[in-house]
């Protein structure tokens, strides 16, 4: 079994959750007024804004989804590391401080301070909205992957458990108890990842990741006129072969029971590789390499297949350093487990077969995104690439639940410092989702079904207290994210929209009632949204809320800041083209469709990653309508 | 009230000053950051090229753009915190 459930694992995840509603109780009290409800009264020391300002932005995405990628893809999962921290220079150099001295409590009072514009109050609101919920859906299905082996429960719950805490968080004392629990979570998960890496270095590599791990069966096949008649091992019986993208899938029968194998044809011989598999039937029948889950027949995988030092090879390393660790896997050889879809008969199959991928091709890009021509590379691979770091890059310093950080501290030079406080931290922690993605690659720990899960299923190789303290901990990453997400919506409903748009008379307590009920409808919203999307890699979940923000709020931010020709209409309109042609772009993209069940080749735009369009037609957008509306601009207040 | 700010912030004489430099750390690491996709996109292949240590050019230049924002956010911080203490002051 990969996952069973173990008390010490559930009592540190209780510990973790009670600790984080008892802060929040205990600030419930004090958090009376909309500013303390919203901007946690303002008065937050920037150290603890920065670290907080780290547990909000390394959500489930980071320690789950590009742990995962790492593992699973090398390098190019890295790229999401890389991008998601340069993406704080835009928002240190240009956005913070002026966003700070804008702002009151929400990004949309930002840009509207200049205008008093209600079309910007209300695409602001909408822009709010949207954006936080693209960045809940995998914060939620990251949770629900979290409670699978840490509780025992279904992925459902995990995702009602996540919500419901996080209701309760927000409801009860909104910024103030969201910002201790993120600055909490923020600490914990720098400090354990970094104990994590410290383990992963001192046990070095090794060809045998544990003495426990599956050693994988290896036959030769007897082949005549391209057909596969027999096996050398005469209790092998052939009982069909599926052709899926150029490779051969051999189904196999030994004693009355199946499995499926990879065709490996050389010019001198022709062997089969066992892989891993599962086949589901339509009444919804599940079995994982011909059994029932409980059976513990599907293994955790992940090995190298050579390592080689000083230009020699060797069985393990022994404790090696953070350089000495790269350079070593870059000189060897490494077994991922690539996955392929097909039908036999009425059955759906599902295998992992062996993929020996060299450490240099690991250790650059290329392994997810093709970017070279020997990798077939298309023009449209290229803009996919591009798009991505160009959404990372942009987008950061254009989420809302971000950017409200900046309203919790008492002056500029606070928001400036605490930003700074949380590059280093986040910088730091993202080097070393580098060393645990590569230590999960390379330590017979993977779930091929969850890519998510390679982080704190590395830490149970190592013991299941660390185990229980890592999944805990990235437990607590969602409840600090989600909590900052909702706080956001809520402020985007009940202070843009209805307070100010509406313009609905409420007294201050009134305003923050209507905040916790805003959080409340938020929150039931996420958690239907975490339940449909189970599945989806967390990471690309997220660089698509960041394709999003980038296209509909940052043309804004620094036309608003840089600009002066910018008017209230040219702000408007290009966060509407933003939103309507970033999400257009997702909806038929071919990820999505590979989501609604169709072919992802039909798709009719071939692009993953929306930014590449978007953000320009956003910025068009913007410059056109400012210039066509100069005439209302200045200090005029054009919607009023 | 709800709409003022949850804190009152003083008047900033420094703004434009540290406004201006910025934009140059921003630009200054736009164009390192540029270098990177640029590599990636035109010549992959040059990503594995084995530099200083074994390390690879994906590597250090990955490392160096992590680094390069510590570093550039200490720096403006400095020059920043500088121009505030002098022009504030006066």
Same mark, same amino acid.
């Given at each position: 079994m990969i996952y069973e459930v173990s008390n010490l694992a559930i009592i540190i995840f209780l510990s973790i959750v009670g600790l984080v509603l008892g802060l929040s109780f205990y600030f419930a009290r004090k958090t009376k007024s909309a500013a303390g409800y919203y901007a946690a009264g303002g008065n937050i020391h920037w150290g603890v804004n920065g670290v907080a300002f780290a547990g909000d932005y390394? /959500? *489930? $995405?980071?320690?789950?989804?590009?742990?995962? &990628?790492?593992?699973? /893809?090398?390098? !190019?999962?890295? =790229?999401?590391?890389?991008?998601?921290?340069?993406?704080?220079?835009? $928002?240190?150099? =240009?956005? $913070?401080?002026? &966003?700070?001295?804008?702002?009151?409590? +929400?990004? +949309? !009072? *930002?840009? !509207? *301070?200049?205008? !008093?514009? @209600?079309?910007? @109050? =209300? +695409?602001? $609101?909408? /822009? #709010?909205?949207?954006?936080?919920?693209?960045? =809940?859906?995998?914060?939620?299905?990251?949770?629900?992957?979290?409670?699978?082996?840490?509780?025992?429960?279904?992925?459902?719950?995990?995702?009602?458990?996540?919500?419901?805490?996080?209701?309760?968080?927000?409801?009860?004392a909104g910024m103030t108890s969201? #910002?201790?629990?993120?600055?909490?979570?923020? *600490?914990?998960?720098?400090?354990?990842s970094t104990i994590l890496t410290i383990y992963i270095l001192n046990n070095g590599l090794t060809l045998t990741p544990n003495e426990n791990y599956h050693k994988f069966i290896s036959t030769e096949a007897v082949v005549t006129n391209d057909t596969i008649v027999g096996v050398s091992d005469p209790s092998f019986l052939v009982i069909t072969t599926k052709v899926v993208d150029n490779m051969v899938f051999v189904k196999l029968e030994k004693e009355g029971a199946s499995c499926w194998y990879k065709l490996n044809k050389t010019e001198s011989k022709a062997t089969l590789e066992e892989m891993l598999y599962t086949s589901e039937t339509e009444d919804g029948t599940k079995l994982y390499n011909g059994a029932p889950k409980s059976d513990g027949k599907f293994y955790q995988v992940g090995h190298l297949n050579k390592i080689i030092v000083d230009g020699k090879e060797v069985e393990q390393t022994g404790p090696v350093g953070p350089f000495e660790f790269l350079t070593t896997i870059e000189n060897s050889e490494i077994v991922r487990f690539s996955k392929k879809v097909f039908k036999d008969g009425e059955e759906k199959v599902t295998v992992w077969y062996q993929n020996v991928t060299k450490g240099v091709d690991v250790m650059k890009p290329g392994l997810l995104y093709k970017l070279s021509k020997a990798a077939g590379a298309t023009i449209w691979d290229k803009l996919n690439f591009l798009s991505l770091m160009l959404a990372l890059f942009l987008g950061t310093s254009a989420l809302p639940h971000i950017l409200i950080r900046y309203y919790t501290v008492s002056s500029q030079r606070a928001a400036r410092k605490s930003t700074i406080v949380a590059i280093a931290v986040i910088g730091f922690f993202y080097i070393l989702t580098l060393y645990m993605g590569l230590g999960a690659m390379i330590s017979g720990v993977l779930d091929v079904e969850s890519s998510n899960m390679s982080g704190p299923l590395l830490a149970k190789s190592i013991g299941i207290g660390l185990f229980s303290i890592i999944s805990a901990i990235a437990f607590a990453t969602v409840l600090g994210t989600v909590s900052g997400l909702i706080v956001a919506s809520s402020g985007a409903i009940a202070h843009d929209f209805i307070d100010k748009y509406l313009q609905i008379p409420m007294t201050d307590k009134a305003k923050v009632n209507a905040g916790k009920f805003s959080a409340i409808g938020v929150g039931i919203f996420a958690i239907c949204l975490g339940i449909l999307f189970k599945g989806m890699n967390v990471s690309f979940l997220v660089g698509l809320a960041f394709a999003v923000a980038a296209s509909a709020n940052l043309p804004a931010i620094l036309f608003l800041l840089f600009w002066k020709k910018t008017t209230a209409k040219g702000i408007a309109y290009s966060i509407v083209v933003g939103i309507v042609s970033s999400i257009g772009i997702i909806l038929f993209s071919p990820t999505m469709y590979e989501k609604y069940g169709l072919i992802a080749k039909n798709a009719p735009i071939p692009l993953d990653n929306p930014g590449i369009i978007s953000i320009p037609l956003s910025v068009i957008t913007l410059i056109v309508v400012s210039l066509l509306t100069q005439k209302h601009n200045a200090t005029k207040d054009f919607d009023r | 009230m709800l709409h003022e700010p949850a804190v009152t912030v003083g008047k900033d004489n420094a703004a434009a000053r540290k406004s201006k430099l910025g934009v140059i750390l921003f630009i200054a690491y736009t164009i390192i950051y540029s270098g990177f996709v640029l590599i990636g996109l035109t010549k992959p292949e040059i990503m594995g090229i084995q530099l200083i240590g074994g390390q690879n050019i994906a590597i250090i230049y990955g490392f160096g753009l992590i680094v390069l924002a510590i570093i550039m956010g200490f720096i403006y911080n400095y020059f920043c915190t500088k121009m505030e203490n002098e022009m504030d002051k006066n």
């Open positions: 390394l /959500s *489930a $995405a980071s320690f789950l989804g590009i742990c995962g &990628m790492i593992a699973y /893809s090398g390098y !190019d999962g890295f =790229l999401y590391s890389i991008g998601y921290l340069a993406g704080w220079v835009v $928002a240190l150099f =240009l956005v $913070a401080e002026p &966003m700070k001295r804008l702002g009151k409590y +929400t990004f +949309t !009072d *930002a840009l !509207d *301070a200049k205008f !008093d514009s @209600k079309s910007i @109050k =209300l +695409t602001a $609101a909408i /822009s #709010t909205l949207i954006v936080s919920i693209f960045y =809940l859906i995998p914060q939620m299905v990251g949770a629900g992957d979290l409670v699978v082996p840490l509780l025992g429960l279904p992925h459902w719950m995990g995702v009602v458990i996540v919500g419901s805490i996080v209701i309760l968080i927000v409801a009860t969201t #910002t201790y629990v993120q600055f909490i979570k923020g *600490a914990l998960l720098v400090v354990f | -």
